[in-house]
């Protein structure tokens, strides 16, 4: 009877460390998600300098939201809003918190004019399993008609890592308008 256990105590400390190993695998072989892609394509852009020499510069002001939050403020390449296409390792805009006079990386946004997307697909677009909201114009922003989906890469909200608005950014720090607001970012297409 002893052997008997001994052997069945065996079995199951063998078996146990095998699934922990099968675990550990199929773990390690995940896709990333989206919210993991975007933390590897934006880190360098924790440094707002980083982003304006990559072609982003400021458009608008700070976007607050309709009832609590805000987007923050837009870094926007222009090229990459009018191209029509989307990448997960190059967002059309970059979102960041004033805090104390220092801009923070909080996110980014992927944006696709609806006119450019829908000249070639039949159906809204997607980013890791994610659909894209659709903004009519007239709007806010001064664009022509647009697809968007934010990514809180690096800000966590409650309302979700691809709400429109997150309720723990604030634009109360934000004081001064951008340089250059005039031209909406894309609308040439």
Request: aromatic share 10%.
């Amino acid at each position: 009877m002893k052997t008997t256990c001994v052997g069945f105590t065996r079995l199951a400390t063998i078996s146990l460390v095998s699934l922990a190993a099968i675990a550990h695998v199929g773990a390690a072989s995940q896709p990333a998600t989206l919210v993991e892609d975007v933390r590897r394509a934006t880190s360098r852009f924790q440094d707002v300098a980083a982003a304006q020499a990559a072609g982003y510069a400021p458009f608008l002001g700070c976007v607050s939201g309709p009832s609590e939050g805000a987007m923050g403020i837009h870094y926007v390449n222009g090229g990459l809003v009018g191209d029509g296409a989307l990448n997960a390792q190059q967002p059309e805009a970059l979102l960041y918190e004033d805090n104390d006079g220092a801009l923070q990386l909080l996110g980014v946004e992927y944006i696709v004019l609806a006119d450019a997307w829908n000249a070639k697909n039949a159906t809204p677009p997607t980013l890791g399993g994610q659909v894209f909201h659709f903004t009519g114009s007239p709007n806010r922003y001064g664009l022509p008609p647009f697809y968007a989906l934010h990514v809180w890469a690096w800000r966590t909200n409650p309302n979700g890592m691809f709400a429109d608005f997150n309720p723990k950014v604030s634009c109360e720090d934000f004081t001064q308008a951008p340089a250059s607001t005039t031209s909406a970012p894309g609308a040439h297409h």
